[in-house]
């Protein structure tokens, strides 16, 4: 079974940062790109970033374009997501999901169990 399994979420205050983990293991092998998207209550999955495996090129929305970083630790199969600049309307659950598009994050995504952040 695929296990993601993210970390790091916590409460901070307006323009403070954090920085979520995410433990993909061997998955990350398999995959040509991971990313991060999260789901506030009522909304819908909105897709934040994505890292291509092979070249490290990265996609982000708009709205964390310049304030969001994903990387990946090759050594340790980890993918992080650097958040700067929080704001309330950060405050979601955040998820580290096998996507390869910020623009649609199908329902069925494999993805991990998910971490809260909070931003007052």
């Known amino acids: 079974d695929v296990q993601l399994v993210e970390s790091g979420g916590g409460s901070v205050q307006a323009g403070g940062s954090l920085t979520l983990s995410c433990a993909a293991g061997r998955y990350t092998y398999k995959r040509n790109c991971m990313g991060w998207f999260r789901q506030r209550p009522g909304k819908d999955r909105e897709g934040l970033a994505v890292?291509?495996?092979?070249?490290?090129?990265?996609t982000y929305a708009d709205s964390v374009e310049g304030r969001f970083i994903i990387t990946r630790d090759k050594t340790k199969d980890l993918v992080y997501l650097q958040m700067n600049g929080l704001q309330p309307e950060d405050s979601a659950m955040y998820y580290c999901a096998a996507i390869c598009n910020v623009r649609y994050v199908d329902f069925r995504v494999v993805r991990g169990q998910g971490t809260q952040v909070t931003v007052s």
């Open positions: 890292l291509w495996i092979g070249g490290a090129t990265t």
